[in-house]
């Protein structure tokens, strides 16, 4: 959260082509936060969140899901509404 740029270990690319990071949470099970940097200054627009074990991502098929959702909001930004934390 204080963090400009995540890095390993804490984010990889889910998929590096569409430029989607997987955020990694500690804990059992694995959770995941999938989503990609913004055009704003420390912006990121969270796509989906899911479990992940071994290989296995779930809900099945949230990789493709992802990718469909980050074209639907670089078409129209007003699909990711922002997120202002209290102060």
Do not use: D
Request: aromatic letters at 6%; one cysteine or more; a positive charge.
């Amino acid at each position: 959260e204080h963090r400009s740029s995540w890095g390993p270990p804490h984010t990889e690319f889910l998929n590096k082509e569409e430029r989607i990071l997987e955020v990694r949470l500690t804990g059992n099970p694995k959770h995941r936060i999938l989503g990609f940097y913004g055009t704003a200054r420390q912006e990121f627009v969270v796509l989906a969140i899911c479990m992940h074990k071994q290989i296995v991502y779930s809900p099945p098929g949230i990789k493709k899901t992802v990718v469909k959702r980050k074209k639907e909001v670089e078409a129209n930004q007003s699909k990711a509404r922002p997120c202002v934390r209290p102060s």
